[in-house]
Every structure is written in structure tokens, then in C-alpha cells.
């Protein structure tokens, strides 16, 4: 038994033999002991609120963090997607063991600040400081009570239609030369669907939540990243038990993985250039294989969403076999769902309400048109910002528009059309064969319209079909 | 399932063990040495390790690099109201940098070439060259016994794409050069012949143009992994103006070929797409055969671009076909990157130039090798011996 005096100095009344005959404390007795007690409940106090989901449970911690060790091991190795994202790989093994044992809310905390720490090691401190200088300001003046919520849109707007303006003008030049990419997939989409829930949220949200959000670990290594959804977000944090959450995600970071050394079998080996388009066969060689050079974009996101999962955030997937899509509606739902979801949300649902009184084919009609506007200058503005160019050209307003036709067309056909009873036997063998002339129609369909995309002009493109359709 | 194996399944760790098997079994794959692996096998693990850009995406780059230095051609050409019949004259500025146009047309095979006697800056590079439009010193033509000259031919990253002068593999290696030589009394040159942008057969004809008269002892071709296929896509243009038909770099292939040229350069491409490698084969012979002519030795170094760009079995041909021609002396240097970042080697980011740092690391390697070459080494010794 122990007791403490005000000079910290220890006597223990059970052990005589603790001090010397005259009292005195020996050295290697004099400590401080730990207030247990009050360390447990500092911890149970930030650990308020922890769901069951999100027990410790340290075996499948040990588990989940081996087998993501041994993805880095075959990233390493295979030297996938470069520097940026090897850092981004350590960073979360690093940061898994960490962010299991911390009290549950310092979860996100922890998960942010490891972000941050990882967008230095990539950019380097400049560049880290100066973006989330400049993140942490537009953040606030969204937040902002003191202006009314349309009065920010326009601030914010406007203060993004400047810089896009100096950049193009290749003016303040001090600013490193990674702030632009990196502030830009940062706050291009996720600042517009923050201002969203800001307008339609009961309260307001926690700056917690606010930073979970915007600073995303994946991210830097991946600037073509998916739109995430603000409120998809925050109530998939922990929605599902931790061990099938992290099982997810390994899954999809490997199935990226295979996209991504799938993309290198492509790019490397298998693509020809257009000039080489001979002859019907070397036609289809291109077309197939400059479709599955996206290959590379559906790998990336993979890995994104399932690094995502290894923190507990069960989200939805980002594709869902885009290759077996039979109808161009099929295709759009399945292809980017995150870029689905996010259209869905910002454009085609308030299209389409406030055209509710018009009847159906009319709002449907005009809602999908502003669907594919959108997207089209939405893609620009993407570009611009990760690129320095906007990207525009008559192939890309033809894509998005012969899509955007092709879908609208979908899109009144299926609301016209009885739904198909379904059969408890299964589908029939019609139903298959129906099923499967969708899909090569499809692949043929978007393999055409991705190589229009892709050819620097019309008349590119066309010698191209010309000289691989036309003998001689 | 028996009750007693469910039991032993709930207690055994779970995990996603079929794709981790799948994963280690890559990681295994990738460290499995290749003697032990048929060719096809090694190929497609090459290319699963591949970074950085396939062919089409460097020769669409290298023709955006020197589109813009093409451009300034055009511009000259434009300006003087001719289209190529005679090189245009250098602007007459002899005090500070001249406008920023570091390339001459020409109307033979080489199509341009570095401006004599400028200081400029263009394409984030600052050019000054010498009176014979090398980006070198001025070295006067005579030379003495006691001076060893050697000629490099070579390519961008020769030419030092991206970096100063001094920061040049080249010039890191003529230094070590001469302080090896100075303890014998000697001197040594390295000229630098290599000009952005020239295929292996336009380097050959930029040397023999300049350099005619000027005495040399050695030469050093410098080759990178984009050697195969340069000179066909270099032929397609000049020869669409009828330009090197009859040159003896050429004139073995296109007969073989029975090449006919065509006016439109994409028609002359898909022409001669089959014949990049013998077209190699026979401007390395033609190299070699020049050089020897001269009774000059020439050795024949491969060097790295940052980024792999071409796989193991076609770099193996491109050593072969080196050694095939007749070179004195053949090295490959194409591992000295290997243990490196490409993102802490290129100039900028997706580029193959090797920048301050890549250029001392291959001078190191360069140097290295270079010192076994007998021819090299005999020159240099052979004073000692007389001296002792």
C-alpha cells in the first residue's frame, strides 16, 4: 500500500524496509504513480459513444494490417502509381494501429492529422501549409453565420472564378507549384457538396467531421478522386462492423491493384497508336484497348474507397462492373456511381422538382439534358484545375453530347416501358440473349464513343474509322 | 461441415486468403531470377514492372519537345521567305542573348541544327554553343601528340536537355579525363557532337558534316532505349522532300525495303514501320564502318532514360545489334537508375531527361566503364609509359 505527500515523496507503510532507520525515501522508491482512475476516465470520456461496430478487437487489427502489408509489399514491388502513393501506403500502416487503440472520438482527429502529415511528406511543407491555409479560409467563410447562405455561394464563386482567372494568367507565381492541383481536388467538388449540406443540415457541422471530410488520406496521391459525398460520408463511419468494413476495403484495393497492372498490360503492350489503324482488326485492337486504358481511373478509385474502409467508412463502391452495362441508362448508373450520385444530388433531382408540375418526359428530358451539361463543364473545370487546360475540344462537346442523347433517349424509353414481371425460375433463355446483345451493343456503342474522345480532332478520328472500315 | 470444423474455423484468423495468396504469389513472381523463366514469361512480368510511358506517349513528348524546336525552324525558314533551301543566318546581336532561337534548318538529313556561337535560354534550358554549333567549349582544330580528342555522338540527354553545361554527364567525365591525364602531361577533349532530338543516323551525319577535317582519336556513340524506331520516324519526314534517299546510312534498307517515297510523311512511316530494326542495324554498321575508316575505335554506350521504356528482350536485341555492327566497345549503363526514384531523377515530372543529380550519377557510371575501354586506356597510359 502506497501513500503520496505533497513533496511526492513515497512511504510505504507496509514495507519497513523501504527507507533507511532514519525514514528517509530511497531514490529508486521515489515515483509518482499513475492516477489510474483518472486516466481510465479521461479515456472513457473521449471514448463516449463508441458503437459496438467499432470495438477493439487487436487480432483483426493484426490480421487486416498483415494483408494490407502484403498489398504494399506487391506495391512496392510492381512499383504501382509511383512515390505519392507508396507514402500514402506507409502512412496508413503507420496510422492503422494508432487509429484502433485511440479513445473513438479521436478517431477522426487522428485520421486528419495523418492526412496532413502525409500531404507533406508528398508536396513537401510549402505546399501543405499554403493549402490548407487557403482550405481552412474557404471552409470558414462557408461556415460563416454572419452572411446569408447565398451571399457565401457567391463569395465563394466568385473567389474560385478569380483564381481561375490568375492561374490562367499564370499570376502569383510565389504560391508552390502543387498548390493548384492540390487545393483544386481538395475543394472543386467536395466545397460545393459541403455548401450543400450546409443550406440543408438541421445544425451545423462539427469541425471535426468538417476536416474528416476535406483532408482524405488517399487523396494526394490520387488528384482524380471521387466525389465523395459529405453526408454518404459521415454515416458510413462505422456503420458496419469494423472487421467486414476493413475485409471490404482489402478487397477493393486489391481488385485495384489488378485494374492497375491490368492498365500496364494495356498501355505498355497491347495499345497501338491511331496511325497504326490499318484494317478492321487493328481497328478493334485500338477501340478495345483505348477503352481499357480507364481501366487505370477504375483501379484508382478502388484503392481510394477501400483505404477509406481500412478507417472504418463503409462506403458504397465507386463501379460496379461498367463492362456488363446493357443499356446506355445501365451504363451511366454503373460507370463513376460516386459521379452518378453527386449529378443526381446537385442537378438532376432539383431539375426535375422544379419541373415536377411540367409532365414527366419534359422534366425528365430536362433534367437529364442539365445532367450532361454539367458534366460536361464539370469535367472542364476538373482539368483545368489538375491540369492547367481545360480540356475542350469538339470531340469532348461530342461525347458528352452523343452520351447525353443516347442516355436522355434511355431514360424516356425505360419510363415508357412496363416493368418486366420477375420470374421466380430465373431468367429466360431470350431474356439472356437479350441481355448479352445489350451488352456487346454496349461495349461496341462506348468503345466508338471513347475513341471520338480520345482523337485530337473530328477529322482524326474519322481517317482513323475510314481506314479501318473502308478495305484498301 | 462437422460441428467440430466449424468450431476450428471461428477460431482460425479470417481474411480475404485467396486474392493474399494471389498476392504473394506476384511478389514471388517478381523475384523469381530469369534464367529460370521462358522468354514470353519474362516479358509480361517486364511489363507488369513497367513505369513511366509506353513508346507511342515518349515519341509523342520527343515530337512535342522538338515540334517546339521545329517550330522555331519554321519561324526562321518562314522569316528568311524560303522553305529550307539555305540555312537562314544567326540574328546579328553579339551583345547579350540572342532571340530565342537555339536551331538552324537544314536542307540535308540532320533537318536542323544548334545555332553557332549563341547564348540563349529556350525550353527551360540555357544554350550556348560553340563556333561550330556544339553546346561545348571552343576547342581550337589543331591538335598536338600530347592531346587526346574524343568525339561523343549522342542525343538530348548528351546534349544536356534541361540542365547547364557543366552539369553534363559529358563534362563531369571530360573533367575526371583530364586530371587522370594531366599527371601524364596530357590533355584531353571531348567534343560534344550530340544535337536534341537526332535519330542515330542524323548524330552519325552531324558528325561527319562538322567534324570533316577536324583530327580526332576516339569516338563514343551515345545510345539510349529509343534508338529503334528513331530513324524511321526521322526518314519519314525527310524524306517526304526527298531528302537522304541516296545516303549509305539508308540506301541498304530502302532498297530492301523498295521503298518509294511519298510526299506525305504518315505514308513513309507506315512504309518503313516494319524496317525499324534493320534500318538500326545498318546506321550502326554504317557508324562503325565510317569510324573505322579513319582507323578511329568507337565504343558504344547505352545509356538509361529516367522511366523504363523498353523491355529486357528488346534491350538485349539493341546490345546484340550493337555488338552485331562491329562496336570496339559496348556497354550497358541502362541499370544505373535503377535504385533511384524517377521522381528525384527527371528535369520535371513524366520526363525521361535526367536532371543535375541523374547526370552525376550516370557521369559516375559513365567514367567507370569507360576506363576499361582499352583503346582509351592504352592512350592514356601510353604516355606514362614513355615518361618512365
Known sequence: ?472 | MKKSDGSLLRRLPKGPNSWASFALGLIVFATIPEPFLPADVVRLRDVLQRTGLNRADYESMERGYYEGLLDTVRSVSSDSGKSGDKPAAPPQNEHGPTPERPVLAVDDMREYVLQPSIDATAFDTHWVTNRLGLRDSDYPAEKGPEKIRIALLGDSIACGWGVTQAERFEEIWEKSLRNQARTTGQDVEVWNFATPGHSPGQRWKNFEIVGAGIPFDLVVYEGTTSDPGWDALRMSHFMARSVGLDDPLYEKTLKAAGFVPNMDPKKNSAALRNWSWTILQNVYGRIVDGCHEQGLPVAFVLIPRVGSNLGKLEKIALMNRARNAGFDYVVDLTDTFDDYRDEDLAISDGDYHPNARGHSILAEAWTNSLAAWPDLKSRLESRREQIR
Open chain 1, 1 to 472: 500500500m502506497v501513500e503520496t505527500t505533497q513533496n511526492s515523496q513515497i512511504k510505504d507503510t507496509a514495507d519497513r524496509s523501504v527507507g533507511s532507520r532514519s525514514g528517509r525515501i530511497l531514490p529508486h522508491r521515489q515515483f509518482i504513480p499513475v492516477d489510474r482512475a483518472a486516466a481510465r476516465s479521461w479515456y472513457a470520456k473521449l471514448d463516449e459513444g463508441r458503437p459496438a461496430n467499432a470495438r477493439i478487437d487487436a487480432r483483426s487489427l493484426l490480421s487486416s494490417w498483415t494483408y494490407l502489408a502484403i498489398l504494399g509489399g506487391l506495391i512496392h514491388v510492381y512499383k504501382i502509381e509511383g512515390r505519392a502513393f507508396e507514402i500514402m501506403m506507409w502512412t496508413v500502416l503507420a496510422t492503422l494501429p494508432i487509429y484502433e487503440f485511440v479513445p473513438f472520438r479521436l478517431k477522426k482527429p487522428v485520421l486528419a492529422g495523418s492526412a496532413l502529415i502525409a500531404m507533406g511528406l508528398i508536396y513537401g511543407a510549402a505546399a501543405a501549409i499554403t493549402v490548407v491555409s487557403f482550405a481552412t479560409a474557404m471552409v470558414c467563410l462557408a461556415r460563416t453565420s454572419k452572411l446569408s447562405w447565398h451571399t457565401r455561394a457567391g463569395l465563394i464563386t466568385a473567389i474560385a472564378l478569380g483564381l481561375a482567372v490568375a492561374r490562367s494568367a499564370e499570376a502569383f507565381a510565389f504560391l508552390p507549384p502543387a498548390f493548384w492541383a492540390v487545393a483544386g481536388t481538395m475543394l472543386m467538388f467536395r466545397l460545393a457538396l459541403y455548401m450543400y449540406e450546409l443550406k440543408h443540415a438541421k445544425k451545423q457541422e462539427t469541425w471535426t467531421d468538417t476536416a474528416s471530410y476535406f483532408l482524405i488520406l488517399p487523396n494526394w496521391c490520387f488528384l482524380h478522386f471521387p466525389v465523395v459525398d459529405y453526408r454518404t460520408l459521415q454515416r458510413g463511419f462505422y456503420s458496419k462492423e469494423i472487421t467486414e468494413t476493413r475485409r471490404r476495403g482489402l478487397n477493393m484495393i486489391f481488385t485495384g491493384v489488378t485494374h492497375l497492372l491490368g492498365y500496364r498490360l494495356v498501355y505498355h503492350e497491347l495499345l497501338i497508336t491511331p496511325a497504326e489503324v490499318v484494317g478492321t482488326a487493328t481497328l478493334v485492337s485500338y477501340l478495345a484497348c483505348n477503352y481499357l486504358l480507364y481501366l487505370r481511373v477504375s483501379g484508382q478509385f478502388h484503392i481510394a474507397c477501400g483505404v477509406l474502409h481500412m478507417f472504418g467508412n463503409h462506403m458504397p463502391e465507386t463501379h460496379h462492373h461498367y463492362l456488363l452495362a446493357n443499356s446506355f441508362t445501365d451504363y451511366w448508373r454503373r460507370i463513376n456511381i460516386y459521379w452518378k450520385d453527386f449529378m443526381v444530388k446537385t442537378v438532376f433531382n432539383p431539375v426535375f422538382f422544379r419541373m415536377r408540375k411540367r409532365p414527366q418526359p419534359v422534366a425528365l428530358g430536362v433534367a437529364t439534358c442539365a445532367v450532361f451539361v454539367a458534366t460536361w463543364a464539370l469535367h472542364a473545370w476538373q482539368s483545368f484545375w489538375l491540369r492547367g487546360t481545360w480540356g475542350l475540344s469538339v470531340t469532348d462537346g461530342l461525347f458528352w453530347g452523343i452520351l447525353g442523347v443516347a442516355v436522355l433517349a434511355n431514360v424516356q424509353w425505360d419510363a415508357r416501358r412496363k416493368p418486366a414481371l420477375r420470374s421466380t425460375a430465373g431468367p429466360t433463355f431470350t431474356e439472356q440473349v437479350r441481355r448479352i446483345a445489350g451488352i456487346c451493343g454496349m461495349l461496341v456503342s462506348i468503345t466508338l464513343l471513347w475513341s471520338l474522345w480520345s482523337a485530337p480532332t473530328l477529322g482524326d478520328w474519322l481517317a482513323m474509322m475510314g481506314r479501318g472500315l473502308i478495305p484498301g
